[in-house]
């Protein structure tokens, strides 16, 4: 069955000096698929994210989302995407009413209609109640939600979440598993997520991409991947083992260790 591409990149790379951060990625997501981008700190899947999102300029190769070309058509593709980032974006001294009425006029929803959306995405988030509570009295995974709801406030074609759980408890991870993949279950959303967890990438992901030092070892559905490792009740982190020549203990640089540790405390 043929299927609409969302997500294209041909030898997609992005260099800082001397450091190759992504080294030429080729890269098919399709329309209405969870599909996840794996790997430790360090391998690359942020700058990927942040390159697709128009946020960053790639240094070389092609990217496109619903056949728009990232670098040629940055305005368009903003149009059709939702972005949550790694790092906290919520406003703690807002309610979660606010920090969406905030995100709802920098998005441009008229005026007439931003209630009503409003009103809709926390009910979908599961956040009615606490709508009026100020967002620094807010869970880990309740911060999550509302920063989901942001972006979906402009109903979005496509979700890119970077490491949406990190920092989150298990009860609060498993919350957020169950509400992205009931957004993919009851719309045509599509969603790239990346993360270091590898059990998250096989609770959600159709399709995952291996990362490793900016590269892509190899793309696959959980189970062929696992069963490519050739040994019995393989797990993915075996098979990342497998694919990537056992370098699963790297992780990045002591600037990248201080932000996700910092982040993780304020997610509580």
């Avoid at 209405?32 to 990927?48: D, H, M, R, Y």
């Avoid at 972005?83 to 001294?93: C, K």
């Avoid at 606490?130 to 709801?149: C, F, H, P, T, W």
């Amino acid at each position: 069955m043929n299927q609409r591409a969302a997500v294209e990149a041909e030898k997609l790379s992005k260099s800082f000096g001397d450091n190759w951060a992504v080294d030429g990625i080729d890269l098919t997501i399709n329309e209405g698929e969870i599909f996840g981008l794996v790997g430790p700190n360090g391998a690359g899947k942020t700058t990927t994210i942040r390159m697709l999102t128009t946020i960053l300029p790639q240094t070389s190769g092609e990217a496109r989302v619903f056949g728009h070309n990232v670098r040629k058509r940055p305005e368009r593709v903003r149009k059709l995407i939702g972005y949550v980032p790694q790092a906290l974006s919520a406003d703690g001294d807002l309610t979660g009413f606010e920090n969406l009425l905030v995100f709802a006029k920098l998005v441009g929803i008229p005026r007439s209609s931003r209630r009503e959306k409003i009103n809709q995405v926390l009910s979908r988030m599961g956040l009615e109640e606490a709508a009026d509570k100020r967002v620094r009295y807010y869970s880990g995974g309740m911060v999550r939600r509302l920063e989901i709801g942001q972006a979906m406030l402009i109903q979005p074609r496509i979700l890119f979440l970077d490491e949406p759980t990190i920092g989150l408890d298990p009860v609060a991870r498993g919350t957020v598993w169950e509400l992205l993949g009931g957004l993919s279950r009851e719309t045509s959303l599509t969603i790239l997520l990346t993360t270091h967890y590898m059990e998250e990438a096989e609770a959600l992901c159709g399709r995952v991409a291996i990362m490793n030092h900016g590269r892509l070892a190899v793309v696959g559905t959980p189970d062929e991947l696992k069963a490519a490792t050739g040994k019995a009740g393989a797990t993915l982190e075996d098979a990342f083992r497998f694919f990537t020549g056992g370098d699963y203990e790297r992780e990045g640089n002591f600037r990248e260790l201080k932000r996700t540790r910092r982040l993780a405390r304020r997610l509580g």
